[in-house]
């Protein structure tokens, strides 16, 4: 299905990554790659990592794969910083990032109740 939103959106270049690539970094799991998707699942987690998009195309691309995908899927557009990690070392911290979001809101939340 992710296959054909980045198909549709003009975007048709992506790569899954499994769990024997942890170790690898970003910057060589890209290596040459024009435009990348990483669609894979980490402890039941699904990431979605972009790459060199322009901003209309990812504005559009996360707004369909939104659409379709669950709600804790975690987007990361590739920077300076993350293109130098270990990709299993990139999923906790995302993963870590989210939860404390998500726990955030859920303080406010309740203290609005």
């Given at each position: ?5 980045c198909?549709?959106?003009?975007s048709c270049?992506?790569?899954v ?8 970094k970003?910057?060589?799991i890209?290596?040459?790659i ?5 669609d894979?699942?980490?402890?039941d ?19 369909d ?5 669950k709600?804790?899927t975690i987007?990361?557009?590739?920077d ?5 990690l270990?990709f299993k070392?990139l999923?906790s911290?995302?993963?870590e990032k989210r939860?404390f979001?998500?726990?955030k809101r859920y303080?406010k939340?309740?203290?609005?109740e």
């Amino acid at each position: 299905m992710i296959k054909n939103i980045c198909f549709l959106n003009g975007s048709c270049n992506l790569k899954v990554i499994d769990e024997t690539m942890g170790n690898i970094k970003i910057k060589d799991i890209i290596s040459g790659i024009d435009f990348y998707i990483c669609d894979c699942y980490v402890l039941d987690e699904r990431i979605i990592l972009f790459n060199n998009l322009s901003d209309k195309e990812l504005d559009t691309l996360t707004k369909d794969l939104k659409n379709i995908l669950k709600r804790n899927t975690i987007f990361h557009i590739i920077d300076s910083k993350s293109i130098n990690l270990e990709f299993k070392y990139l999923v906790s911290k995302l993963i870590e990032k989210r939860d404390f979001n998500e726990n955030k809101r859920y303080r406010k939340r309740y203290r609005n109740e």
